[in-house]
Nanobody, 129 residues
Framework: QVQLVESGGGLVQAGDSRGLSCAAS????????MGWFRQAPGKEREFVAG???????????DYADSVKGRFTISRNNAKNTVYLQMNSLKPEDTAVYYC???????????????????WGRGTLVTVSS
């Protein structure tokens, strides 16, 4: 069982930066692929950024086209935490952002909502124009 708690959401202006954090419970954090997803009002939950498991040094990342070059995902296994740094925010980035963990045997970056096993409750990011 993995419990995830997101933090860092809030109201920002277009063009600003914001960092989100997700603290995970458990002793096997490094074995999980982690991801950030978001859900805007009236829309389905969508993939934002993902990072593979990395019990060692190697890891991989992937991003939705809409955030590529603006968002950066990272993880700190010693702190059981995954981060999402968001730069050049746009009003269309407004959504509830969810942290998720998924079981993976290799270095796959999980991008599918149904590929994740555990979810946080989400944190709201509102970008004003």
């Amino acid at each position: 069982q993995v419990q995830l708690v997101e933090s860092g959401g809030g109201l920002v202006q277009a063009g600003d930066s914001r960092g989100l954090s997700c603290a995970a419970s458990g002793r096997t954090f490094s074995r999980y692929a982690m991801g950030w997803f978001r859900q805007a009002p009236g829309k389905e939950r969508e993939f934002v950024a993902g990072i593979s498991r990395n019990p060692g040094i190697t890891y991989y990342t992937d991003y939705a086209d809409s955030v590529k070059g603006r968002f950066t995902i990272s993880r700190n296994n010693a702190k059981n935490t995954v981060y999402l740094q968001m730069n050049s925010l746009k009003p269309e980035d407004t959504a509830v952002y969810y942290c998720a963990a998924g079981s993976a045997r290799d270095y796959t970056v999980i991008t599918a909502v149904n590929g994740m096993n555990y979810w946080g409750r989400g944190t709201l990011v509102t970008v004003s124009s």
